[in-house]
C-alpha cells in the first residue's frame, strides 16, 4: 500500500490539523479532539452536529459552516465516534435552543449518537435526531439495521442547515428532517474496492471485467455483481430503481452525482449528462445539479445517484446561501 500517511493511528488527527490550518478563519477543533465546529458559532439558533467514520471526504468536516452544519464528529477510518466525543461536540455547538443530530443509518452511529443524546439531556440540553436511509439498494445490510444512510445525507445538511440559520425549532428541524429524508433516494456501484488506509488491505475483491451494483460506502455487498458495460447502461439501471421507488411524476427535483473518491470529473460528468437527459425525457424538471465527490469512500472507483423530490419549502431551503470549506456556494 502506497498512501501518503505517517503513522496509522494518526490520520484522523493529522487530517483535521491540515483542514484547520487550511481554513483557520472558518472551522476550529474541540479540546484537541476530531471534532471540528464552526468558528463564528451564531448563538439563538438551533445546532445541528452530523459525523461518522473517516474516510468519506468531504464529508463530514467539510460540510461545517454557515448554512449547513455547526460541527462536525470523526471517527477512525470507517468507525463510528465514539459516544463521548458526539457529547463534547453537543455541548460545544449548543446555544440553548438544542442540537439536532443528523446520523447516517448505520448500527454504531445510531448506538453512540443517541448514547450522547442521553448523556447531553441529562445536562439539561435538548436533542433531536433525523436519521439518513436514503440508500435504496437493499434493505439489510452488514452494518445496518434498514437501509443505509449514504451521499443523500449532504441534501439534509443543506436543507436542515438552512431552515435553522431561519430560525426553525428543534421540534420544526425534526419534522422537516424526515420529510426530506422520505424523499431522497440514493442508488450506486463500484468499478473497484477502497484501500483500507488502516489495514492496507481492499475493502473487497473484484474482478477487473466486472461492477458491484448497490453496494454501501464501507464496502458492504450489494445487490449483484453484473459485467462491466458503458456509462450509460450503468446509469440507465440505477436511475430506473430510483425513479420506480421515488415514483417522481412530473415534478421537480434536486441531483446529486457523488463520487465515491476514485472517478473522474469527466465520468460524473458524462454520467450527469445521461441522467439529465432521462429526466428530460421524463418532464422531470431539475432545479439544481451537484457534481462531485460529496461523500466518498476513500479511493473506491464508482459513483451514486441521489435524486431529491422538491415541494416548495425544500426548494427554497436548497437554494439558501451556504458557506463551508467543501461548498463555497450551494
Known amino acids: 500500500m502506497k498512501k501518503l500517511i505517517n503513522k496509522k493511528e494518526d490520520i484522523v488527527n493529522e487530517m483535521i490539523l491540515g483542514m484547520i490550518k487550511a481554513f483557520p478563519n472558518s472551522i476550529e477543533n474541540v479540546k484537541d479532539l476530531p471534532i471540528i465546529i464552526r468558528k463564528d458559532k451564531k448563538i439563538e439558533k438551533v445546532a445541528l452536529i452530523s459525523g461518522g467514520g473517516s474516510g468519506h471526504e468531504p464529508a463530514h468536516g467539510g460540510f461545517v459552516g454557515y448554512g449547513m452544519l455547526d460541527a462536525a464528529v470523526a471517527g477512525e ?25 443528523i446520523i447516517k443509518n448505520y448500527s454504531g452511529d445510531i448506538m453512540n449518537f443517541e448514547m450522547a443524546a442521553e448523556m447531553a439531556e441529562i445536562e439539561g440540553i435538548k436533542v433531536g435526531k433525523v436519521i439518513v436511509d436514503d440508500d435504496i439498494a437493499v434493505e439489510n445490510s452488514t452494518y445496518t439495521v434498514g437501509r443505509r444512510g449514504i451521499a443523500g445525507t449532504i441534501f439534509v ?37 477502497c484501500t483500507v488506509f488502516t489495514t492496507g488491505k481492499n475493502s473487497f475483491d473484484l474482478p477487473e471485467d466486472e461492477v458491484e451494483i448497490g453496494l454501501g460506502i464501507h464496502g458492504e455487498p450489494g445487490t449483484h455483481r453484473e459485467k462491466f458495460k458503458d456509462a450509460n447502461t450503468h446509469v440507465d439501471y440505477l436511475l430506473e430503481k430510483i425513479l ?53 469512500s476513500l479511493d473506491m472507483g464508482g459513483f451514486s445517484i441521489t435524486i431529491l423530490k422538491l415541494d416548495d419549502e425544500i426548494e427554497e431551503l436548497l437554494k439558501y446561501k451556504s458557506d463551508t470549506i467543501a461548498l463555497k456556494t450551494f
Open 77 to 101: 477510518v470507517f468507525t463510528s465516534p465514539s459516544a463521548d466525543k458526539v457529547y463534547e461536540a453537543i455541548k460545544a455547538v449548543d446555544s440553548g435552543k438544542g442540537v439536532v443530530l
Open 244 to 296: 420506480l421507488e421515488s415514483k417522481i411524476g412530473k415534478e421537480k427535483v434536486a441531483v446529486l452525482i457523488n463520487g465515491l473518491g476514485e472517478t473522474t470529473l469527466i465520468e460524473l460528468f458524462i454520467i450527469n449528462n445521461r441522467v439529465a437527459d432521462i429526466l428530460k425525457e421524463k418532464n422531470i424538471t431539475i432545479e439544481k445539479t451537484l457534481v462531485g465527490n460529496y461523500m466518498t
Open 157 to 193: 445538511h443543506k436543507i436542515l442547515g438552512a431552515a435553522a440559520e431561519k430560525g426553525y425549532s428543534l421540534e420544526e428541524l425534526e419534522k422537516l428532517g424526515n420529510k426530506v429524508v422520505e424523499n431522497i433516494k440514493t442508488m450506486g456501484m463500484s468499478l473497484k474496492s
